[in-house]
């Protein structure tokens, strides 16, 4: 049996920085969330920093540009690419739910970190339309206390301008 490659020196070596650079950003992101939860090895950020930024150089010095963005992006996706996310449309109620709760609280996180309240406000409520999930502000009519963005101690529901 023979088997040929169809792919050229050029294709190998893009995949190739693709995969550096997609693992240099998802180690420095994975460290980082683990970070926020009071896990994670803070004394490697410098490291996973220095290597994400030299995966970008190598990438930049081989074929002349640094990565897409959307390239970027793609490397951070929990759930896969855009037409999968699509096909949802035929998948069960609860994953659905569960992809936007963990995508919500993301971006409550972190807003929290940036203290950028409007996007907090966003991420707090994201997934509130599906069935036994209360939105935060009915909360506060029952005498329950309000989530608070743990890095701010503000309430997460505060308008921008309260």
């Not at 190998?12 to 995969?19: C, M, P």
């Not at 929290?112 to 036994?132: D, V, Y």
Request: aromatic content about 2%; glycine content about 8%.
């Amino acid at each position: 049996m023979h088997l040929v490659s169809q792919n050229t020196e050029e294709e190998i070596s893009r995949y190739r920085l693709q995969v550096q650079v997609r693992s240099a950003i998802r180690q420095l992101s994975e460290n980082i969330l683990h970070m926020t939860g009071g896990a994670g090895n803070p004394e490697r950020i410098g490291l996973q920093t220095i290597g994400l930024l030299q995966a970008m150089q190598d990438h930049r010095d081989a074929l002349g540009c640094y990565p897409d963005p959307d390239e970027l992006r793609a490397s951070l996706s929990l759930w896969g690419s855009e037409p999968q996310r699509r096909g949802e449309r035929d998948a069960a109620p609860n994953s659905i739910m569960t992809r936007e709760t963990v995508e919500g609280a993301l971006q409550l996180a972190a807003s929290c970190l940036s203290e950028r309240r409007m996007q907090e406000a966003a991420g707090a409520t994201e997934g509130a339309g599906f069935q036994g999930v209360e939105e935060p502000r009915s909360l506060a009519a029952t005498g329950t206390p309000r989530p608070t963005c743990p890095a701010t101690q503000k309430s997460a529901c505060e308008r921008p301008d309260a």
